[in-house]
């Protein structure tokens, strides 16, 4: 008869702790990996996909234990709609385990969200300065970029995950590269890079005489030269202006070698500049 069998061919229970110890060591090396390689599997949202896992090894080692080493019964039974459902054996722990960790692995009603900012394509050049507005529907939140060029936003409803939010940055010199509308991913990381502004803008106006006509054929010059442009036939004009959004630069408007404005105005980002041009003798 074989050392691992009992007299009815059954194993033994030597054999069954040696399974359920098993179990219990494959458990814990699935948990140190899952621990090691945190970031990476929250960065593709696969961390509560291996928990779900791991309760399958966790559910067969506690069944094997109870029922083969200590010689454990259990008895389920209960009425459905279809009939009557009778479990006994080690099939019973197996089902509580799992349904005990799908309990306690119920969704959350709120997240921690965070967003990692960096430069120039490459995620190691984090930006470390500045600051970060995000829209969480009608709620706006502006939070500082720590030292590890993160932003953290906590307490966030589950109900954003899957959906855009707007976000602002605020770093002296950088601007989105992309679209500023943002999908808040299952793992609730967001990578945003940031790009150099441009060292020219685009700026768009019009020229008015005093009566609030378009005036057509107007010279428009900036910074004495540097940029120029003549309005169109509607009185307007478009040209890149050396700086950025919000810089002061000095804009002359000339019609017939009358000067009709000479005045420095602010490179706007998103709007156009009105002149009113106003002929001197």
Same mark, same amino acid.
């Given at each position: 008869?074989?050392?691992?069998?009992?007299?009815?061919?059954?194993?033994?229970?030597?054999?069954?702790?040696? =399974?359920?110890?098993?179990?219990?060591?494959?458990?814990?090396?699935?948990?140190?990996?899952?621990?090691?390689?945190?970031?990476?599997?929250?960065?593709?949202?696969?961390?509560?996909?291996?928990?779900?896992?791991?309760? =399958? #090894?966790?559910?067969?080692?506690?069944?094997?234990?109870?029922?083969?080493?200590?010689?454990?019964?259990?008895?389920?039974?209960?009425?459905?709609?279809?009939?009557?459902?009778?479990?006994?054996?080690?099939?019973?722990?197996?089902?509580?385990? =799992?349904?005990?960790?799908?309990?306690?692995?119920?969704?959350?009603?709120?997240?921690?969200?965070?967003?990692?900012?960096?430069?120039?394509?490459?995620?190691?050049?984090? =930006?470390?300065?500045?600051?970060?507005?995000?829209?969480?529907?009608?709620?706006?939140?502006?939070?500082?970029?720590?030292?590890?060029?993160?932003?953290?936003?906590?307490?966030?409803?589950?109900?954003?995950?899957?959906?855009?939010?707007?976000?602002?940055?605020?770093?002296?010199?950088?601007?989105?590269?992309?679209?500023?509308?943002?999908?808040?991913?299952?793992?609730?990381?967001?990578?945003?890079?940031?790009?150099?502004?441009?060292?020219?803008?685009?700026?768009?106006?019009?020229?008015?005489?005093?009566?609030?006509?378009?005036?057509?054929?107007?010279?428009?010059?900036?910074?004495?030269?540097?940029?120029?442009?003549?309005?169109?036939?509607?009185?307007?004009?478009?040209?890149?202006? #050396?700086?950025?959004?919000?810089?002061?630069?000095?804009?002359?408007?000339?019609?017939?070698?009358?000067?009709?404005?000479?005045?420095?105005?602010?490179?706007?980002?998103?709007?156009?500049?009105?002149?009113?041009?106003?002929?001197?003798?």
């Amino acid at each position: 008869m074989a050392a691992n069998a009992d007299s009815s061919g059954n194993i033994s229970k030597f054999k069954w702790v040696i =399974i359920s110890a098993g179990a219990f060591v494959l458990c814990l090396v699935a948990a140190l990996l899952v621990i090691v390689f945190a970031d990476k599997l929250n960065t593709f949202g696969l961390t509560k996909s291996f928990y779900f896992i791991l309760l =399958i #090894p966790v559910s067969l080692g506690t069944a094997a234990f109870l029922f083969g080493a200590l010689r454990s019964y259990a008895k389920y039974s209960g009425n459905l709609a279809y009939g009557k459902l009778e479990l006994s054996g080690p099939i019973v722990v197996f089902c509580l385990v =799992i349904a005990g960790g799908f309990y306690f692995a119920k969704p959350e009603s709120s997240f921690i969200l965070t967003i990692r900012l960096f430069k120039d394509g490459d995620k190691s050049k984090i =930006i470390k300065e500045g600051n970060l507005i995000a829209d969480f529907g009608e709620q706006r939140v502006k939070k500082e970029i720590d030292e590890n060029g993160e932003v953290i936003f906590a307490g966030i409803s589950s109900g954003f995950i899957g959906k855009e939010i707007n976000i602002i940055p605020g770093v002296e010199g950088y601007r989105l590269k992309n679209n500023s509308s943002l999908i808040i991913p299952d793992n609730r990381l967001i990578y945003l890079e940031l790009e150099k502004k441009s060292d020219s803008t685009l700026v768009r106006g019009i020229v008015l005489d005093k009566d609030g006509n378009p005036l057509p054929k107007v010279n428009i010059d900036f910074e004495n030269g540097l940029a120029e442009s003549i309005t169109d036939s509607k009185g307007r004009f478009v040209l890149s202006v #050396p700086g950025s959004a919000g810089k002061s630069v000095l804009l002359t408007a000339e019609l017939h070698g009358s000067i009709g404005y000479r005045d420095y105005v602010t490179i706007p980002e998103n709007s156009s500049i009105t002149v009113k041009f106003e002929s001197r003798k």
